[in-house]
């Protein structure tokens, strides 16, 4: 398969600065909560957020490096690899945008921007990252986890009509 090097270095700077901000967002949120308590369970609660904002930054650096391998490998002309690695770099990325869910509002503006910069790059990823993050944007408060679990269970279970 050819793989279109410009794309790819487009959705890598993309990523990269998605990443660097998410980072900087991370360390803020560290400095500002400190030490969190394990028990937190509450959404948009300290440890909630801490552990959105580890999931965004995760999910984004892991498409990052697929991404980087993929161009790696494409120049090295080892195309299977090189497939591979794009097609793992086309996945939605694991905890974007659901860490999300588990933030405090408002959201930081790093976060804020580096979601808007993953959402513009909704084109190059399977499924509709683009609705997901706009969903998320809109959520007035945390979602996740959810204060009743056997009603959230039953929404994922039975979508309503």
Same mark, same amino acid.
């Given at each position: 398969?050819?793989? &279109?090097?410009?794309?790819?270095?487009?959705? /890598?700077?993309?990523?990269? *600065? *998605?990443? =660097?901000?998410? %980072?900087?967002e991370r360390a803020r949120?560290?400095?500002?909560?400190?030490e969190t308590p394990y028990?937190?369970? %509450?959404?948009?609660?300290?440890?909630?957020?801490?552990? /959105?904002?580890?999931?965004?930054?995760? /999910?984004?650096?892991?498409?990052?490096?697929?991404?980087?391998?993929?161009?790696?490998?494409?120049?090295?002309?080892?195309?299977?690899?090189?497939?591979?690695?794009?097609?793992?770099?086309?996945?939605?990325?694991?905890?974007?945008?659901? /860490?999300?869910?588990?933030?405090?509002?408002?959201?930081?503006?790093?976060?804020?921007?580096?979601? %808007?910069?993953?959402?513009?790059?909704?084109?190059?990823?399977?499924?509709?990252? =683009?609705?997901?993050? %706009?969903? =998320?944007? *809109?959520?007035?408060?945390?979602?996740?986890?959810?204060?009743?679990?056997a009603s959230y269970g039953?929404?994922?279970? &039975?979508?309503?009509?």
């Open positions: 398969m050819l793989h &279109d090097l410009g794309e790819l270095g487009r959705v /890598g700077r993309a990523l990269s *600065a *998605a990443l =660097a901000l998410l %980072e900087s949120l560290e400095r500002h909560y400190g028990g937190d369970c %509450e959404a948009g609660g300290a440890r909630q957020t801490l552990l /959105g904002i580890r999931d965004l930054s995760r /999910g984004v650096g892991d498409a990052l490096r697929y991404v980087a391998l993929g161009v790696g490998y494409v120049s090295l002309g080892l195309d299977e690899r090189a497939d591979h690695a794009v097609r793992m770099a086309r996945m939605r990325p694991v905890g974007v945008p659901s /860490g999300l869910d588990r933030m405090a509002r408002p959201l930081g503006a790093d976060t804020v921007r580096a979601m %808007e910069l993953v959402r513009d790059l909704g084109d190059f990823f399977a499924g509709d990252v =683009a609705l997901a993050v %706009e969903v =998320a944007f *809109a959520a007035p408060r945390a979602t996740y986890p959810p204060e009743d679990w039953r929404r994922r279970v &039975d979508p309503p009509d």
